[in-house]
């Protein structure tokens, strides 16, 4: 037996996968690695499988479906693997249909419906079916990653379900097959149809005849327990099945969570939307105000009513966002309302529904936000809402498990005053929000399941809570289906004669109860499988980093992945996150596999071998250390440090990847090249480059950089100061890319700056920020280095002389990684408070000056880091200042990041994130577009997969200081002084050239 597969879970799980592996399944995988991926979803539970299979057609799914029947193994489908109740976990296999099991098949404009294979991405629907003016009226939060099988599974609602309906009411036919492989079509069924299925007989004769016998037998309890309101999800959707409703078999099917059977395809019902919307904010004081102000608000029709309590904004720290946050109307909670129509008559509609408001008592107000790019920043809060209300505003951990519950929206409001009673009765805190149109409530609890008191009292509060659903006339589930999280729970909402209903179903469907067991009949118990065991502690591992929003604890900061899985976005205009993960599609290139695995290395169970973890460095292998998971991921997972501390531990004593090396220790072998750049140039043109790659682990591909003639340094401690600096100093951070390789960006910026009036400085000796080091995970190097840069910029930062960054990776460094890396050190975190953009420092420090018009056109790509520390807010509004017409590109990351694209094993994938946004609209670009990239990587990347040049931000604006003669950079004179010199005598203020203009 391999070590991969020891103990006897290890096992059973090789016996299963060399199975699947002879059967003709797909892709089939059963390492720790893998099990590891999929035994969570956005659940409170863990059930680790025995394999993991990709089907990629049809045959797989039966092949599959085969071979557990044979070795009596349960089977889970499995989408995007983002549900909150624990119904996409399985302690036997799992079909993930998402990989490769995804196609449309079909679209019919004029019937309006499509078919298409359970694995599709809704996003991916709806793209198809915007060339036709349609959509699918089901758009769940997670529309950019969720399935259409998952969403049949759980029958998703989302946003717009006030008026397009559920997931089984845009349903019309489905093709499924029985774990015992027994394919049939479902859809509305008349008398004379069931007949004739029945009279065919056959297994499917049997089922469609058991079926309809179930229905007629059990008439009254369909029609009085059954279908009362329309977010009444919880149990299976038997109401389907009444005569008055065509006993439509693919209704009830939806909503069963996997336990019947699994879909092989779907032909849904696509709509026409309206021609123009339009958001409507309200204020209310309280959200018990805004609940009880619902029902006439539904009176003017909206598409929509969604409700948010402060509690959930609060937690919001992306700059736009909060910008947009901080203009809503006073209140503690709002509603957003949209409408729908022909674009004259909505700000008449708009109007009137600010009106019926402002009767409710506690109204504040309402807005209607006519600016759509706004409207956007604001639906993203509620959208992002699972991930979001995951933590707290004090930095603790929130958790599902009573999130979903729904009631008749006239209950709304007493409901929801004795939830929160409830809650505080337990001394539990949360965020609301929800789709308060349908009386559908999300809120994630502070729920203390670390010890074996606080999963008690999670247990006890989930009794009460669904004793208090059941006395409004509500609804356990309100979409998002009971999994594990309320199976348990039904018996408290229905009578036991629904109760044996639903057993009695499932039954004829599946009587070897081998589709996700225990979930709606027969559950698994509320607090069993659990993510987090009260009784493990995980293993004591000693960091480097502070993880300071953790409390210091790198198991806590892993389980920020609450599963959501905004990482598995393939839509570049939703940020960066995740590159890997939009070329490969695989999970295991996503943020939450990352973090997954980092958290089960903390269990220590099914990967053992702690810090060593081969696993666990594999799946980190395609990070780019971007960082765009820390600002796009809703709960802040940052696994560019987890990987950094990672690689730290893993090669600590041990050789290192050649990459480590080479790139790792760049700052210092630039400066040992810039002593005498032209033999070491000569070299890197030589016949030697080949072996220089092959030595350094670069690939081959890549151009290696030329290093400059001259550094920046050297330039700047030989000119004169110039300018009047009346704002004050300022010092400039010396990054070592721009300083070695092209040095000409920070001699713009000093241009810059000393035309807008400030005296510039530089922090003394040479410096560096350990950025490369901390991307090789080598921190202890990288913390010998930031104390040096922390020394040389703390006496300026403390007294209030701002830091100006402008190698993006390098300002983030500064901002947010030196603080995390020298954890208590003051010094530190006053560089970060003090480190700025360029932009940032020319839009707060000299909003009046005089800033150059510049009569041009440009694309600009905003650098990863910038993204995830600061945003493109500030250069936005300094190039509208310019009269720049500049398109930012949604292009997420540019793929060379750093080391990562240097590197051989890398290059593909590197090239690949490039191609998908960036370099093809680079490409068409015209000639007189300016490319502006201010990162390094970003215009390494754009200079040597495409003919054109990539200019900072700094070079556009000095470019148009010079004077009108054409005074070529490097004439004129600047001004300078070396940060901590004194009076800036000596090296730092002698004579030379610089930028100028008259």
Known sequence: MTAEFRGPAGARAAEVTRALGAADCGEVAGDPGRRAQYAADASNYRQVPLAVVFPRERAHVLNALAVCRELAVPVTARGAGTSTSGQAVGAGVVLDFSRYFNRLLALDPEARTATVEPGIVLDDLQRAAAGHGLLFGADPSTHSRCTLGGMIGNNACGTHSLAWGKTSDN???????????????????????????????????????????????????????????????????????????????????????????????????????????????????????????????????????????????????????????????????WLFAELGGEAAELPERAAALVETAAEAPGNTGGLVIGDQARARRLWRIREDGAG?????????????????????????????????????????????????????????????????????????????????????????????????????????????????????????????????????????????????????????????????????DFARATRRCVGVGKCRTADHGTGVMCPSYRVTRDEKDSTRARARLLHEMTRGDLLTDGWRSTEVRDVLDLCLSCKGCASDCPVGVDVATYKAEFLHHHYRGRLRPAPHYSMGWLPALARWASRAPGPANALLASRLAPLVKRLGGIAAERELPRFADRTFLSWFRRRAPEGDGRRGPVVLWVDSFNNHFTPEVLRAGVTV???????????????????????????????????????ALAPEARAGVPVVGLEPSCTATLRSDLPELLGGDERAAAVGRATVTLAELLERRAPDWDAPRIGARSLSQTHCHQHATSGYGADAALLRRMGVDNTALNSGCCGLAGNFGFERDHYEVSVAAGEQVLLPAVRAAGAETYILADGFSCRTQIAQRTDRRGTHLAELIAGALRPAAGEAPGTGKGTGTVAGSGNGAGTGNESGTGFGRE
């Open 388 to 552: 979001l209300a995951t933590r707290r505003p004090d930095g603790s951990e929130a958790w599902p498990g009573w999130e979903d519950s729904a009631v008749p929206p006239e209950r709304l409001g007493s409901y929801l005053r004795e939830f929160r009673a409830l809650m505080a009765r337990y001394g539990y805190q949360g965020a609301v929000y929800g789709h308060f149109g349908e009386g559908c409530l999300h809120v994630r609890i502070d729920f203390d399941l670390t010890t074996p008191e606080g999963t008690a009292a999670f247990r006890a509060f989930s009794a009460e809570a669904a004793d208090l659903i059941a006395a409004h006339g509500g609804s356990l589930s309100g979409e998002h289906g009971d999994g594990q999280a309320r199976s348990a729970l039904l018996p408290r909402m229905y009578s036991p004669r629904a109760m044996a209903l639903f057993g009695r179903f499932k039954d004829i469907w599946d009587p070897d109860n081998g589709l996700n067991p225990g979930i709606i009949v027969r559950p698994l118990p509320v607090d069993g499988n659990l993510r987090i065991r009260p009784d493990r502690e995980p293993l004591p591992l000693v960091t480097v980093f502070a993880y300071d929003s953790d409390g210091g």
């Open 753 to 791: 700056l000393e035309d807008a009036g400030f005296t510039v400085r530089v922090p003394g000796g040479t410096q560096c920020c350990g950025l490369t080091w901390i991307t090789t995970g080598q921190l202890g190097v990288a913390r010998r280095v930031a104390r040096r840069a922390v020394a």
């Open 171 to 333: 349903v019309v036919e489905l093709e499924v097959v029985t774990y015992r492989g027994t394919v049939v079509r479902l859809g509305g069924t008349t008398r004379e149809e069931i007949d004739r299925i029945v009279a065919a007989g056959g297994e499917r004769g049997r089922l469609v005849g058991e079926l309809h016998r179930l229905a007629r037998d059990e008439l009254a309890t369909l029609r009085t327990e059954l279908g009362r309101f329309p977010r009444q999800v919880s149990g299976y959707a038997l109401e389907h099945l009444l005569p008055e409703r065509r006993f439509d078999l693919a209704r009830a099917f939806t909503g069963s969570e996997g336990t019947l059977g699994l879909v092989l395809s779907a032909t849904v019902r696509l709509i026409a939307p309206p021609p123009a919307r339009t958001l409507v904010v309200l204020g209310f004081e309280d959200a018990y105000a805004a609940a009880d102000a619902v029902v006439p608000l539904l009176a003017h029709r909206p598409l929509a009513l969604e409700g948010l309590d402060q509690a959930l904004t609060d937690v919001v720290t992306r700059p736009e966002t909060r910008a947009a946050i901080d203009t809503l109307p006073a209140g503690r909670a």
